[in-house]
T-cell receptor
Framework: IAGITQAPTSQILAAGRRMTLRCTQDMRHNAMYWYRQDLGLGLRLIHY???????GKGEVPDGYSVSRANTDDFPLTLASAVPSQTSVYFCASSEGGLAGVNEQFFGPGTRLTVL | GQNIDQPTEMTATEGAIVQINCTYQ??????LFWYQQHAGEAPTFLSY??LDGLEEKGRFSSFLSRSKGYSYLLLKELQMKDSASYLC??????????WGAGTKLIIKP
């Protein structure tokens, strides 16, 4: 593993199904983030974690949950997918405890379609 | 509310210079980032400004004026590979990034 990886690359999901997007980083970064990117809109923060064992809500957390059991992994779960969750999801990580002022490194993204 | 404004799309010629502007209104300010994002790929870091003035890094420079809530990214000697979206993002008072929608830059030969 080099940097930050996400799985799956893309997924088509029926509405109402549960889905977990995986994210793993090998840079030993303290902070990790989940964003969604929709056409015409900026990246929007869903959830973040400043360090292992802690998580926080971002701008658009409804319908999503996260966990941070260890430094490397930060999965994002959609408990019951809805079509409005169709988007490209990016996971990112950064050094340091003050999450915002460090360069963020992004994974390649997961393209999710909810039908 | 918090707002980041960038032009939606710009076109420039290979070899020329282009300036991409970003204006912001946020609750607090702890710095401004520029990222580059090629189509279908992840954003990658270009620059970070927290003090007023110009930061130069090779062909790319970034300028910040905190009093005006304004930044620009200057790209010189444009190459075809510079065709991408350029994202402006501001660190707010809660140390979270507020992202603009991005400027799609099209380079023509």
């Amino acid at each position: 593993i080099a940097g930050i990886t996400q799985a799956p690359t893309s997924q088509i999901l029926a509405a109402g199904r549960r889905m977990t997007l995986r994210c793993t980083q090998d840079m030993r970064h303290n902070a990790m983030y989940w964003y969604r990117q929709d056409l015409g809109l900026g990246l929007r923060l869903i959830h973040y974690s400043n360090t292992a064992g802690t998580t926080g809500k971002g701008e658009v957390p409804d319908g999503y949950s996260v966990s941070r059991a260890n430094t490397d992994d930060f999965p994002l779960t959609l408990a019951s997918a809805v079509p409005s969750q169709t988007s490209v999801y990016f996971c990112a990580s950064s050094e340091g405890g003050l999450a915002g002022v460090n360069e963020q490194f992004f994974g390649p993204g997961t393209r999710l379609t909810v039908l | 509310g918090q707002n980041i404004d960038q032009p939606t799309e710009m076109t420039a010629t290979e070899g020329a210079i282009v300036q991409i502007n970003c204006t912001y209104q946020t609750s607090g300010f702890n710095g401004l980032f520029w990222y580059q994002q090629h189509a279908g790929e992840a954003p990658t870091f270009l620059s970070y400004n927290v003090l007023d003035g110009l930061e130069e890094k090779g062909r790319f420079s970034s300028f910040l004026s905190r009093s005006k809530g304004y930044s620009y990214l200057l790209l010189k000697e444009l190459q075809m590979k510079d065709s991408a979206s350029y994202l402006c993002a501001v660190v707010d008072s809660n140390y979270q990034l507020i992202w603009g929608a991005g400027t799609k830059l099209i380079i023509k030969p």
